[in-house]
């Protein structure tokens, strides 16, 4: 029941700013229940529906160099990769917006969710966000606030959505200890305040109620037991807060992945390594009561509402949660592949937002659309519809956050 009434309580609190763009809330609400539809039905053929959301990671390139990430953390299965190749493999900026006209064309009406790597270094991110809200698509952006702050007029502007600012501490040493650059002297807790600030003033000498201000909070063993200090320190600065139990899985899951995905797909992937961690909470019981704390200020008429995803707050569940990996909470099939797009920054496209070994296509020589049902499209649709989740999904937030 406490679940149900924090989200009830964050919908209710963020109700004015979605008003601010009917539009934009209508197109996100058809992405939130096209998840209850698919989940009472999995095609049989495969055959995926109206593009819900296309979620584009549009480049690899970050400043920073977060212990959580697999992409540029401990064991990032990027960080052998040149920065050079890594630029010169991104889909030109144009390319983005040839593929909004496309998707409009078709009847396709989805939000865009930009990421990366960091994904205010393209140059194309801006005007793909104008771009977008010219054709009256949602835009949102998770970021660990980089640029945000020189952007702000022209993202209020726009406007931008939702932008997700990363932020893993109350503090400039706890969430610079999480969060570290790739340039020692990078203090990323400074950038987030700026960027919050810059934001918010903006939202006031434009009028504006957007973007809405979402700060994202990555639980590790750095900010395990000083969770509501976050919520302290930026509860003037952002309109939600959301606490997500960390995306990670451990050796036998990886083991079994790298199994069970050569068996249904005949090679073996290896992006997933990249995700592999053994951190878990030392005391399940103060997790807990942290948690439980958010949810009851989310509650309050004042300050940010609250987002815990997984919704998990009882110390029973969150143990199973870190140590057993095929516990899924009710969370047993992957619907975000019959509605949502992945796409990579070197333009390989996807079924899969973090295990993106499985390409379908590449949209820098073929439209979404054109991809969207194509055999091997269905074919992994399929796979998973028939013969459920595989090891690693079962901590993804393709199939917890969306």
Known sequence: ???????????????????????????????LMSRFLHGLRVPADGQGGRIRQVSIRITDRCNLRCHTCGQWGDSGYLLDRPLRELIRNEVPPERYLELVEDLVAH????????????PMLNKGT??????????????????????LAESAAELVKAPLYLAQVSID??????????????????????TVNNALDALGE??????????????????????????????????????????????????????????????????????????????????????????TT??????????PAVVILPHLTKARDLERYYTDHDATFGYDKCTSIYRMVEINANGNMSPCRDYHD????????????????????????????QDGLMPACTRCCGLMGN
């Open 202 to 291: 903006e939202r006031r000498r434009q009028g504006s109620r957007l973007p809405i201000l979402a700060g994202l909070c990555t639980i590790n063993q750095r900010n395990a037991d000083r969770l509501v200090d976050v919520y302290e320190a930026f509860a003037d600065k952002v309109d939600v807060l959301v606490f997500y139990l960390l995306w990670w899985i451990d050796e036998d899951a990886a083991r079994r992945h790298t199994e069970d995905f050569t068996r249904r797909f005949g090679f073996a992937p290896e992006l997933h390594n990249g995700w592999i961690g053994g951190w878990r909470p030392t005391d399940y019981a103060k997790l807990s009561e942290q948690l």
């Open 169 to 190: 501490g109350g503090d400039a040493a706890t969430h610079n200890a999480s969060r570290p650059g790739a340039n020692v002297s990078n203090d990323n807790f400074a």
């Open 1 to 31: 029941m406490l679940s149900q009434a924090v989200h009830a309580a964050a919908f209710a609190k963020l109700a004015p700013a979605m008003l601010d763009r009917p539009g934009f809330s209508l197109e996100t609400g058809k992405l």
């Open 126 to 147: 801006v005007p793909l966000i104008e771009a977008a809200a010219r054709h009256g698509l949602p835009t949102s952006i998770a970021t660990n606030g980089t640029r």
């Open 294 to 303: 958010l949810s009851k200020r989310g509650l309050s008429p004042k300050g």
């Open 107 to 118: 009847n396709h009406r989805p939000g865009l969710y930009l990421w990366g790597g960091e």
């Open 358 to 385: 499985y390409v379908v296509g590449n949209v820098k020589t073929n439209t979404i659309t054109e991809i969207w049902n194509n055999d091997p499209y269905r074919k992994f649709r399929c796979s998973l519809g």
